[in-house]
């Protein structure tokens, strides 16, 4: 699964602040992501995984800007890269997979220095503790149990339990990765907190590929920094629950069918030798 780029869309799904807050010319908001993502290995059980972090400075155009930089509050400074996700330009930095909550220590609480050049620009946004919603990414025991019953060409439902976000707001994502053929074969888009069930169509679900569901419990808060820019912090919990989807086999009626008319053209055969 390419989490990269998967992070960087949902990061940036929901981005409207840009539009209601002046903000320095070429810079719409300034973001610091931190997410911990768990695998769900049981009905009630979930074990941690992994987690990582990102800085993103949203820009109205690439061509704004050549480059830039993201000091951390260890006095570490990063490069930031273009990022050409659709609808939403940024210059960013993202860490690779890093140990379950080893971003939050990492990436401790302080200021965050943006500085983008060509021409410059800057902002800040600064981190105070951590507000992950309490609720946990896992689907509800049933659904859990119900993913063997998930099958080729036929729509099925996913269940959760909605969250209360630990920001000043709160989304909903779910998502499908289909590891078989590399790519998302689902994504049910931005939701409000209190969703509790996604439908995927039959059209998702292919005879003997493996999947898995990803459940995102995204908790926000916006701001505003000294010199206008929108800022946000985001801190994500992420559920991954793998299953796969068995080879289609003939339906019962249709297996017996095919097999008496096997029978039947054996014994007319048997008759006329």
């Not at 690779?96 to 909550?101: N, Q």
């Not at 019953?149 to 709160?170: M, P, W, Y």
């Not at 969703?195 to 505003?224: D, K, W």
């Not at 793998?242 to 008319?261: C, K, Q, R, T, Y």
């Amino acid at each position: 699964m390419r989490v990269t780029s998967r992070l960087a869309l949902i990061f940036a799904a929901g981005s409207c602040l840009a539009a209601a807050i002046p903000a320095q010319a070429g810079i719409n908001e300034l973001r610091l992501a931190y997410t911990n993502r768990y695998q769900q290995t049981g009905p009630t059980t979930l074990a941690p995984l992994d987690s990582f972090f990102s800085a993103d400075a949203f820009v109205g155009s690439l061509a704004d800007f050549t480059g830039g930089t993201v000091t951390d509050p260890n006095a570490v400074t990063h490069p930031l890269t273009a990022t050409a996700v659709p609808g939403f330009p940024s210059y960013s930095y993202q860490t690779p997979s890093l140990g379950f909550g080893q971003a939050d220590t990492d990436y401790p609480d302080g200021a965050y220095s943006f500085a983008l050049t060509g021409p410059a620009a800057s902002g800040t946004v600064t981190k105070s503790g951590t507000a992950y919603t309490a609720d946990l990414p896992a689907l509800t025991a049933a659904s859990y149990l119900d993913l063997v019953n998930i099958r080729a060409g036929h729509a099925h439902s996913f269940d959760f339990g909605g969250f209360t976000s630990g920001g000043t707001s709160g989304f909903t994502f779910f998502t499908i990765y289909d590891y078989t053929a590399g790519a998302f074969a689902f994504d049910a888009g931005l939701l409000a907190s209190s969703t509790t069930s996604v439908t995927a169509p039959g059209s998702v679900f292919i005879g003997g590929h493996r999947y898995a569901g990803e459940l995102i419990y995204s908790s926000r808060t916006r701001g505003v920094d000294a010199t206008g820019n929108g800022t946000e912090l985001d801190f994500d919990l992420r559920g991954l629950t793998p299953f796969d989807v068995p080879v289609s086999i003939p339906e019962a009626p249709s297996a017996l069918l095919a097999l008496g008319g096997f029978g039947f053209a054996l014994l007319v055969r048997r008759r006329r030798a």
